[in-house]
């Protein structure tokens, strides 16, 4: 996941303003790119840390951003999306990226974008997972303002078991990751 990160963290970075300028090393002036203003990167929680930290290997001078969001089960075999936590800077006029390894119904992502335009509205926002299904993008296209956003995805499945996970998907990001949660 931390390797997928840096590798949307690349393809990201080509979409960004950049502008030159001059570095004086030890030896001399170095004429370079640097970016015009640094992102912020958030991510959902736990499954969306490995992925943080590669977007963060590329992005080292970033503003950070963490939204605590998890499936509250119901016994009629439903869930709800419930976020508890977020920590955020302020957003307004920054390029923001949102990761979250699994897009499965696209409400987390969703409510967590939604959670964190409370702290400021962004230049632009950019999405990143490394599998959805094809119904959690469709989800964010009717739940998100087109336009506003870019969603990069690795693979997209076509599929969604009744439980809301991806077929043939990974399994889930944040216990592959971490281990089995109880």
């Keep these: 996941m931390e390797r997928l990160g840096e590798i949307f963290a690349y393809e990201i970075s080509k979409t960004l303003q950049w502008k030159e300028t001059d570095t004086v090393t030890p030896l001399g002036i ?74 499965a119904t696209g409400a987390s992502m969703v409510l967590g974008y939604k959670e964190l335009m409370r702290r400021g509205k962004p230049s632009h926002t950019h999405f990143v997972s490394v599998l959805a299904s094809a119904q959690g993008i469709e989800y964010m296209k009717r739940h998100l303002p087109m336009g506003e956003y870019t969603l990069w995805v690795g693979e997209i499945d076509d599929e969604l078991t009744a439980k809301a996970y991806i077929v043939p998907g990974l399994g889930d990001a944040g216990d592959l990751a971490f281990g089995a949660k109880l």
């Design 30 to 103: 170095a004429h370079c790119q640097t970016l015009v203003s640094q992102p912020v990167i958030a991510t959902i929680m736990r499954a969306g840390l490995p992925m943080h930290l590669g977007l963060l290997n590329y992005f080292d001078k970033a503003e950070n951003a963490f939204v605590s969001a998890y499936r509250k089960h119901h016994k009629t075999g439903r869930f709800d999306i419930q976020i508890e936590y977020i920590s955020c800077p302020n957003l307004d006029g920054k390029e923001l990226i949102i990761s979250d390894p699994m897009l």
